[in-house]
């Protein structure tokens, strides 16, 4: 089974400028989410899709973030103006429903906001 | 809100040693999984430790779960260089409908020949 790809893999952008990340779960997996590390720091929690539905948002710092996931299938995340401190690398993971089942995380996207 | 404390953050050790990497978590939780990262690729899931007292072990490395002390430890017996990599810790938790995973900091392994 192909695994979660993100894209891109890496991203330099100006301050203020917007930048789209894109996670493709993997196929059947309604459970998609989003999570970045900043700085060395541990990894943070942004929010939970199942399916198409915002299950959890409660990690997403402030409204610059618009994370989509129409028809649920693939998600992107949005970050619109970025910030310097929005620097770091955006993991996504997709799991499906059920108590046994674990996460499958992407590679993850490095994004650099300068 | 749940704290995952991992330690140490970095840890350089010499091929041949053992080593122990300690994960403490402050709150009941469902599930906690180790997870490896090498630079620019994934999480690659190594243990999932489901109960009290749960033991796994895999090559080198030998993960285990104390629920009561809320603590989890990786242990690393006589290291060698491919284990060089970053190695999380992450707690599970189901609450009011939500599950997600909150992370240790990390811990940055070098195994020095």
């Known amino acids: 089974e192909a695994g979660v790809t993100q894209f891109p893999s890496h991203s330099v952008i100006e301050k203020g400028q917007t930048v789209t990340l894109r996670c493709d779960p993997i196929?059947?997996?309604?459970?998609l989410y989003w999570y970045r590390r900043v700085m060395g720091k541990e990894i943070k929690f942004l929010l939970h899709f199942v399916k198409e539905s915002k299950q959890d948002e409660s990690g997403m710092p402030n409204n610059r973030f618009l994370a989509e996931r129409t028809g649920g299938t693939y998600s992107t995340l949005k970050v619109q103006p970025a910030e310097l401190e929005d620097s770091g690398v955006y993991f996504c993971?997709?799991?499906?429903?059920?108590?046994?089942?674990?996460?499958?995380f992407g590679s993850g996207t490095r994004l650099t906001v300068v | 809100e749940l704290k995952v404390e991992q330690n140490p953050l970095f840890l350089s050790m010499q091929e041949g040693k053992n080593y122990t990497i300690y994960c403490n978590y402050s709150?009941?939780?469902?599930?906690l999984y180790w997870y490896r990262q090498d630079p620019g690729k994934s999480l690659e899931s190594l243990f999932v430790?489901?109960?009290?007292?749960a033991v796994k072990q895999e090559g080198r490395l030998m993960a285990s779960l104390d629920t009561k002390a809320r603590l989890s430890t990786l242990h690393i017996t006589a290291a060698v260089h491919d284990l060089s990599a970053t190695y999380f810790c992450?707690?599970?938790?189901?609450?009011?409908?939500?599950?997600?995973?909150?992370f240790g900091t990390g811990t940055r392994l070098t195994i020095i020949p």
């Open positions: 196929s059947g997996h309604d459970n």
């Open positions: 430790l489901l109960s009290n007292g």
């Open positions: 993971a997709s799991r499906r429903t059920g108590g046994r089942y674990g996460y499958t």
């Open positions: 709150t009941t939780s469902d599930r």
């Open positions: 992450a707690v599970d938790v189901y609450l009011f409908g939500n599950e997600k995973l909150t």
